[in-house]
């Protein structure tokens, strides 16, 4: 997974390359601002954890969602990558779908209305921290693909 690549459907959480600044009286490197955070004028961030059982590959696509009123960001709580799919909106829904493979401690936001998998851990406890939108509307709109595509 790339910054490039993936910018059309949100950003890349990582901390690669020299951090903008440092803090703690330069013991602490902060990479910053590195996500475009989205709660719409109704509602607010929340940090919930999600735990979610492995699915090694090949696996299955055959629901992806997406969130019209807010931003997403999942943040692995150890070290393994996990599977990232997304898909351009077409007219309301979901295109031709893309398969992402995040690196070891790469984390990744949704910008708003993105298409996109559910949460796939391909090893490991499957444990994220998650940053979204908190507010009184539903904010998930799913869509079933058929036929199921599969991920190798």
Request: hydrophobic residues 35%.
């Amino acid at each position: 997974m790339t910054v490039g690549a993936f910018a059309p459907f949100g950003d890349v959480l990582d901390a690669s390359g020299q951090p903008d600044w440092f803090i703690n009286q330069g013991g602490c490197g902060r990479f910053h601002d590195r996500a475009q955070l989205d709660f719409g004028p109704d509602g607010r961030a929340g940090i919930s954890i999600f735990h979610s059982e492995p699915s090694p590959l090949p696996c299955t696509l055959d629901l992806v969602e997406r969130h019209p009123d807010g931003s997403q960001a999942f943040l692995p709580l150890d070290r393994h990558g996990f599977l990232v799919t997304v898909a351009p909106d077409e007219n309301g829904r979901p295109g031709s779908p893309l398969a992402f493979l995040t690196a070891s401690g790469q984390g990744i936001n949704f910008h708003r209305g993105t298409w996109h998998g559910v949460l796939t851990p391909l090893k490991g406890n499957g444990l994220f921290a998650v940053v979204d939108r908190i507010g009184n509307t539903r904010n998930l709109e799913e869509y079933r693909l058929e036929p199921a595509l599969t991920v190798y």
